[in-house]
């Protein structure tokens, strides 16, 4: 086989050892590796072939290698396959962002995410017929708007408080049974998004369709395994059929909910009466049944699987640290006593908002993605083809030794305002970056917040000792042997 591998920097040469050649948030000094975060020892060279293929399939995170994590760019040409890891912020920032519209979503992403987001869906979508989509989905996301959920996310954030009160009752060790805390935040951050943007009208059967929507995930990796290969989409693979069902349960519930409102339309205007009006200012023509179908797909599985990811992790790095903890509890006591969080209080709770973003730079929710060009170009030193995957592996970026300090050690205030100043702007990016960044970022953020907050106010959290969760990429950051927790009623 054809093998070549590349790896470089794009950045200028160190003046000196000591000093960085980007600028770098400030944390404070010397602290030490926190073992518990790393949960694998990268590859120290790309992994090629078979072992590559295994790698990718079984956990995508594990085949960045080490160059990932040190420099600007690795180049993996094999083959079958040419990709380039994009790690230097100047030249992400480039792709993204600067020259946004020379490229597509890759062919791997687009195969892996077409069953769980739909084909032609925002998320998928490139172009007017993007650009439309976008528009019309909008108002949903203004600040105003946002804030409007604000009681419905604090009331399904108390639901959550008191099943895990009842569970700690129903236990004959009373507050000290560990509980699941992945399967808890699924469940919760599904409520939100039907309460909020589907007027709550959607009457899911919650368990069956994470559980139907993680099997579609399982499918995703094949898929987008294939698509590397250049494989037709039509050759099965081990769980083919259990995941095609899967995917025809999802669509099958989202057909449902459309029908459901078209007979009966909602009391408050909500993001599927958007959808439903929706007009593109260009053609004049409304959304296709098909084209509403993707759409929900995308925002309900897009838009909680994600968070609840997000608040997985969070949940965890805050149960080993005390000190964080304590501090959180004291901030959400300062702000919201012992009520109920409201919109006013949101932009108070600041060291919550911390916690989150930098649990999202340990533990990415969306460990990479991919990108495409539309005809040859060249980035930074690289000249990519139309059929070059050019990869951000968020995942190694938010852990590069050159752009972090103690890369590995969990500390919040690298977010405090100052601490942040000369970062580069495309050194975190947990939402994306450019026109294509998620729509649903600060609806995630405020969410995430008023669930955090009420939480820790209510829960001592501790970690479950000798069990370390291990991240396992399936499209999301999920977890390989799920996250059992403490919950101690405070
Ligand atoms: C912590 C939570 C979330 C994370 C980490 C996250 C992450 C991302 C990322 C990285 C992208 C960009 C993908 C790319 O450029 O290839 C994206 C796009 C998107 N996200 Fe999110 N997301 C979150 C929550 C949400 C929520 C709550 C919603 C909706 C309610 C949502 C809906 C979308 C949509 C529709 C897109 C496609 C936007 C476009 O292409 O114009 N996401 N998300």
């Known amino acids: 086989m054809n093998e070549t591998m590349r790896s470089g920097y794009s950045w200028r040469p160190h003046a000196n050892a000591a000093a960085p050649d980007f600028a770098r948030s400030t944390t404070p000094a010397i602290m030490p590796i926190d073992p518990d975060l790393i949960p694998f020892a990268p590859p120290p060279q790309p992994l090629v072939g078979l072992p590559a293929l295994l790698a990718f399939r079984r956990n995508y995170i594990e085949t960045f290698p ?45 195969r892996a995410l077409a069953p769980v987001l739909g084909e032609d869906s925002l998320l998928l979508a490139e172009g007017a017929d993007w650009r439309w989509q976008r528009r019309a ?62 007027g709550g009208a959607a009457n899911l059967n919650v ?51 459309i029908a459901t409102r078209r007979a009966r339309p909602s009391s408050r205007p909500d993001l599927l009466d958007l959808l439903v009006t929706a007009r593109d200012a260009e053609t004049g023509r409304h959304m296709t049944d098909a084209e509403l179908l993707t759409n929900l797909l995308t925002f309900i599985n897009a838009g909680h699987e994600t968070t609840a990811v997000a608040l997985t992790w969070t949940l965890w790095l805050v149960a080993r640290d005390t000190a964080v903890q304590e501090q959180l509890v004291g901030e959400v006591r300062a702000v919201a006593r012992e009520g109920a969080i409201e919109a006013a209080h949101i932009d108070r709770l600041v060291l919550c908002r911390q916690v989150l973003q930098e649990a999202m730079r340990l533990y990415p929710p969306v ?103 291990k991240p396992v990429a399936r499209v999301s950051l999920r977890l390989h042997d799920g996250m059992p927790l403490r919950v101690e009623p405070r």
């Not at 690795?74 to 990709?83: A, E, F, K, V, Y």
């Not at 994470?210 to 250049?230: D, H, K, N, P, T």
């Open 66 to 110: 080490r160059s990932a994590y040190e420099q600007g760019t690795t180049r993996i040409s094999t083959g079958l396959t040419d990709m380039l890891l994009l790690c230097d912020p100047a030249l992400i920032q480039d792709m993204l962002v600067d020259r946004a519209d020379m490229f597509i979503r890759d062919r791997p992403s687009q």
């Open 137 to 198: 989905a909008a108002p949903t996301f203004r600040h105003e708007t946002l804030l409007s959920f604000v009681p419905a996310i604090a009331e399904i954030a108390a639901q959550q408080v008191a099943r895990w009160r009842h569970a700690g009752d129903a236990s004959a060790e009373a507050n000290v049974a560990p509980v699941e805390v992945g399967a808890a935040m699924i469940r919760t951050t599904l409520d939100v998004i039907v309460a909020t943007m589907l």
């Open 207 to 257: 368990e069956a369709y994470g559980r139907e929507l993680g099997q579609v995930l399982e499918g995703a990796q094949w898929l987008a395994l294939f698509a590397m290969l250049r494989l037709p989409r039509w050759i099965p693979y081990p769980g083919w059929w259990r995941t095609l069902r899967a995917r025809n349960y999802l669509r099958r519930e989202m057909q449902r909910i």
């Open 367 to 469: 460990p990479a993605l991919g990108r495409q060009p539309r005809v040859a170009l060249t980035l930074g030193e690289h000249r990519i083809a139309p059929t070059t995957s050019v990869v951000v592996p968020i995942f190694a970026l938010h852990r590069h030794e050159r752009l972090w300090e103690n890369p590995l050690t969990f500390v919040p205030s690298r977010f405090a305002p100052e601490a942040g100043k000369g970062r580069a702007r495309c050194a975190y990016m947990p939402f994306g970056a450019g026109p294509r960044v998620c729509i649903g970022a600060s609806f995630a953020m405020l969410e995430a917040t008023v669930i955090l907050a009420t939480l820790v106010r209510a829960f001592r959290l501790r970690p479950v000792a000798g069990h370390k969760p």
